[in-house]
């Protein structure tokens, strides 16, 4: 069950990343204007960000199960329509209704593990859960440089978006026959005035984001972002009295779980941009191809994928400590590769930092995530996977939007990667504040804490 659960995420976080690698190569091959590639790549994007909350909660009402395979049916079907497009404008339409069943599938991985496991075994399922969000992200990018280095079956970039046919149709087979067969809540509604105040507020906030740095900021991005943030704030007071929520402010009220949440989402957007600006120093100003520099990756995930799969089992004092370590190695990390690698990359010279910052990155989310579950009653799994899944998204967006202009401000590729890493480190600092704040006792007795006593 865990094994289709996150092949389906996996699948899904490939493909938010695969096709910025190949965009090159799709524009080249369908004759299309930067605009449309730019709505090929953003549009996913853009799209699960806005329906990820109003998703989750439909899996509280159609069930999880239900949800989960129509997601994954959706995203395959799309995925064999985007690889046949024979123009962009079919392939952006392809490309949406991928994202859509993307939103559909995304949030019920987390939901289905907050429901069907507990204790020491949920631990280990949110390790290879948090494992695969990091792997997606540079898979794709290998994978996306492989397609755009290499003519597969003279077919140019359309793998990238075939290959998932045949392992979706596997795992829905397999889905069909082992994904638990819970019924929806019968008490779950999903309420129109809700739905339509978060999608236009989450649609106003997030194109700008995606689209305003590439148009120069004009006027009507700072317009959008201040009324979608107006309706937003009146979406959060009208879901604090409505009888049947999308999204159940109740499990905000702890501590931990506002200031985790933060913390979490800090760092999925340090590494979404940190990922970004790095692939483009190598390409842009050392001369990479594609391929080459998602390669540089793969001691990252190597860290993070070693760290996930084995903090599970660390004595329990360091596993309640690893949320505040893991932001400081992190950053530290990031920092040493660039101070000593920005002017000439060494892939054997670099690995072991990479490997050290994806470490980091693990000890930062995993455990903390894992942590903010274990608070959180089993009814409210839809709203924390729909937390989950959208301040990530939130978060990446407003990282490459804000901090993707302090490197592209700068006068060479060398200073505005130096310029972002020293940001990204004091935003890590910042995570580790959250972490603090969220994981002390309310007594304030560390002693106790981190003892095992409390």
Known sequence: MLAVLLAGQVMASIDGSIVSVAAQTMRTGLHAS???????????LLTTGVLFVTCARLGDVIGHRTAFLAGLGLFTTASLLCGLAPDPSALIAARIVQAIGAALLMPQVFSLIHQQWEGAERERAIGLYSMVLALGVVLGQVVGGFVAGTDLLGLSWRPVFLINVPIGAVVML?????????????????????????????????????????QGWPSCTWTLLIGGSLLLAAFVRYEGRARHPVLDLAVLKAREVRWGMVACCVLMGCYTVFLLILTLHLQADLGYDPLQAGLCFVPYAVGFGALSLTWSGYPARLRRMLPILGSPVYAAGLLLVVLLFRDGWSPVGAAPLLMLAGAGHAAGYSPLIAHLTARVEPRLASAVSALNSTGPVLAEVVAVAGLGSVYFAAESSTAGLLRLTVAVAVLLLVATGCAVVGLAPRDGSWRAH?????
Do not use: C, K, N
């Open 450 to 454: 981190t003892s095992g006593s409390t």
């Open 34 to 44: 930067s605009a449309e590639i730019q709505l090929v790549v953003s549009g996913y």
């Open 174 to 214: 397999v889905g069909l026959r082992r994904l638990p067969r819970s019924g929806p809540d019968s008490q779950a509604r999903l309420d129109p005035t809700g739905v339509a105040l978060l999608t236009v507020a989450m649609t106003a906030i997030t194109l700008p984001l995606v689209f305003g740095q590439e």
